[in-house]
């Protein structure tokens, strides 16, 4: 075996605001884009990009969204959520990659991103929020719970799944409703302006007990 290369060790709390951003999101990498589609009381509709977003069980089916705080206060997405109630994450595949980046923009809380980028509007079926009409799937969501994150500068979404909606032209596996992942072309996000496709997919078989 060759000689070890060595480690640097950052100490997290020596580190300034920036210098933890830019290494937490370039090495938890890729990581799924919750595109969030959001209506405000009054009724302007919103759509938005957090790229801290998981899967976070399944029974009950629940995802959840880390979304960042303005200088001056929430972002559009939380407030309106906090508002309604509820809230739609669209899937994003290849094709919608240049319409994901363009309504990441600030801008008024007035402003449809649907309407900035061109995208279709369709209502979601089990919540009232918009949602993307082309995206290969969306997760009709209402608001579980709101989780503190204490003196971080942003708030966990945590949203029940209470339906699915899912292109029929998306492919499915085998007697299963598992979405065929090469069928989906999901994109991730990576550190900056970088995005990420799925490439070569592995599949190594599990071992058994």
């Not at 290369?5 to 951003?21: F, I, K, T």
């Not at 977003?53 to 303005?70: E, T």
Request: with cysteine; proline share 6%; charged share 25%.
């Amino acid at each position: 075996m060759g000689d070890s290369p060595g480690w640097d060790v950052h100490v997290a709390d020596n580190l300034d605001g920036r210098e933890r951003y830019d290494l937490l999101t370039s090495l938890v990498v890729p990581r799924p884009i919750g595109w969030l589609g959001t209506r405000s009381p009054e009724g302007a509709d919103n759509l938005a990009p957090f790229s801290y977003f998981a899967a976070l069980a399944s029974s009950p089916m629940l995802v959840g969204v880390s979304i960042g705080h303005r200088a001056s206060g929430p972002k559009d997405s939380l407030t309106n959520i906090r508002g309604t109630g509820c809230f739609t994450v669209n899937v994003v595949d290849e094709s919608h990659v240049v319409a994901v980046n363009a309504s990441s923009a600030d801008v008024a809380p007035d402003v449809d991103e649907f309407r900035e980028t061109g995208l279709e509007k369709q209502e979601a079926t089990a919540v009232r929020a918009p949602s993307v009409k082309s995206a290969a799937a969306v997760l009709e969501c209402e608001l579980f719970r709101e989780v503190d994150l204490g003196d971080a500068p942003n708030t966990l979404v945590v949203g029940r799944v209470l339906a699915v909606r899912v292109r029929r032209d998306v492919k499915r596996r085998a007697g299963s409703l598992a979405i065929d992942t090469a069928s989906l072309r999901p994109v991730g996000r990576l550190w900056g302006v970088d995005y990420s496709t799925v490439g070569e997919i592995l599949t190594i078989p599990r071992p058994r007990a």
